[in-house]
């Protein structure tokens, strides 16, 4: 064999073990993760039954994954939401409940198990938070929220960022104001603002370019699997959205508000306080059908706008050509009253405070599509994301695997809790039951038109206790 002939056939063997490594390589490489966190988000959304809801970008993520039509967050505040989701398990009922963590482990006087990035992490994930993850935009306390030696989750990230834009530091972030406002006297802000302006007048803009400039890098730098969670503001009030998102909804004919009566008797009702302390023009939303309407719409805007945010980073995970191994899953952190129940907030163990979207998406799956209506949890996700990408799930998790609901979107879920200061709930495919600190119960029943608008506690004592006895096994 000629010199010639010998070189050739020396770099075809050469090119053919390069590739064979490198698809080799392409099927061992665990699947990335992408968690995209949306703040205050109900299943406002047109894949999740709200016909007049423009969502295209989440819509279409819905198409390629499942739809959990029966998720519910295990607390009604962002604070301790994020907590389940980010640990596994179940916590305080306060919006310190990660700062309260990290201080026991800045302690040492306790071992602390692993948050879930933590846990990713120590399995040779790059780790990386943009936005709002944990309940501070950027995970950090202080005066300002940019405190480094005050972080939310130690040894959780290998970078934990908040893009401030050019604004001052991130409680120009928080609220999600135009331009970066800082929230001094919220009695002068008003409760809905919309401005004219691009997508980066508002601090979710600067969220998704700095999720953009991270997928970049993760995708061409970074040889470990990522698992990046960006989390964008918007719904969160004050209601903000740049003015083209809020025109899509002039004339738009909304849906009735159902149940709007304030419940008769005691209940998991209050005074919607968050809302309330905003400028409202001495307008009350639960007598003033117009100024209803207005700030469902405004709502509306920034459901549009958040999901605006969304089609930009799965865009460009598409362009990276990571999507083609790479979990995707969207999550809202609880729901939100829009004057069910006369009360416009979350905070409540209502039904519409712990409802939300969450779609689970991932290579090679079966269901496109689907929807399941198996009742699921927050404290679900971290077993599930271990359970995909063959990491072993921690015995501490307190949730259980949707990975069979996944494969098969028929088999049934199980109940799901939730709490905040001084009651409990649990919810079934029939009930949900709410049980005060004193003892107090409210039960509803969904198979009823009257749902949860009528207890009926006292017509099913055995039920109230059956339930009570599971709410408070899975709770000790």
Not at 132 to 157: C, F, L, Q, Y
Not at 211 to 232: D, S, Y
Request: proline share 5%; glycine share 8%.
């Amino acid at each position: 064999m000629g010199v010639g002939k010998t070189m050739i056939f020396f770099c075809a063997v050469l090119s053919f073990h390069m590739i064979a490594n490198c698809q080799k390589t392409q099927v061992t490489q665990k699947p990335n993760i992408l968690l995209i966190c949306v703040d205050d988000l109900r299943p406002e959304l047109k894949s999740f039954g709200a016909d007049y809801i423009s969502s295209p970008n989440i819509d279409h993520l819905a198409t390629e994954g499942i739809k959990f039509q029966k998720h519910f967050a295990n607390a009604p505040s962002c604070g301790p939401s994020r907590y389940t989701l980010l640990t596994g398990q179940y916590g305080t009922a306060g919006n310190n409940a990660l700062f309260l963590r990290a201080n026991k482990i800045k302690e040492g006087t306790k071992i602390i198990n692993k948050s879930m990035p933590e846990w990713f992490k120590t399995h040779g994930y790059t780790t990386v938070s943009v936005g709002k993850v944990s309940h501070h935009p950027g995970g950090r306390g202080g005066k300002d929220w940019n405190d480094s030696t005050k972080i939310e989750m130690p040894n959780a990230w290998d970078r934990h960022l908040m893009p401030v834009a050019e604004w001052e530091h991130p409680r120009g972030i928080m609220h999600g104001l135009a331009n970066g406002e800082i929230r001094l006297k919220s009695s002068d802000m008003n409760v809905f603002q919309t401005l004219k302006g691009t997508d980066n007048i508002y601090p979710d803009g600067a969220i998704t370019e700095e999720a953009l400039k991270q997928l970049k890098e993760l995708t061409t730098i970074n040889k470990n699997p990522f698992f990046l969670a960006v989390g964008i503001i918007k719904p969160h009030l004050p209601f903000g959205a740049p003015k083209s998102y809020f025109d899509q909804y002039e004339g738009v004919q909304l849906p009735s508000i159902e149940h709007p009566g304030k419940p008769e008797g005691r209940s998991t009702w209050h005074g919607s306080g968050e809302f309330k302390q905003y400028n409202r023009w001495g307008k009350n939303a639960n007598t003033d059908t117009v100024f209803a309407d207005e700030v469902r719409r405004h709502y509306a805007a920034c459901v549009s706008y958040a999901d605006a945010q969304v089609g930009k980073i799965l865009a460009e995970l598409k362009r990276t050509g990571a999507d083609e191994n790479t979990i995707v899953v969207l999550w809202g952190d609880h729901g939100w009253h829009l004057g069910e129940h006369a009360i416009w907030g979350k905070h409540s163990l209502f039904e519409e405070s712990l409802h939300s979207p969450l779609i689970i998406h991932y290579p090679g799956m079966k269901h496109k599509g689907a929807n399941t209506d198996a009742i699921v949890e927050t404290l679900d996700i971290f077993p599930t994301l271990c359970d995909l990408t063959g990491i072993e799930i921690p015995k501490y998790t307190q949730g259980v695997s949707l990975k069979a609901l996944l494969e098969n979107p028929e088999i049934p879920g199980h109940t799901a809790l939730a709490y905040k200061k001084g009651a409990s709930t649990i919810r079934t495919s029939t009930h949900r039951m709410i049980l005060h600190q004193d003892g107090f119960v409210e039960l509803y029943d969904h198979t009823t038109a009257e749902k949860e608008t009528k207890n009926v506690a006292v017509k099913y004592p055995k039920l109230v206790e059956e339930l009570k006895n599971a709410l408070n096994t899975r709770l000790n």
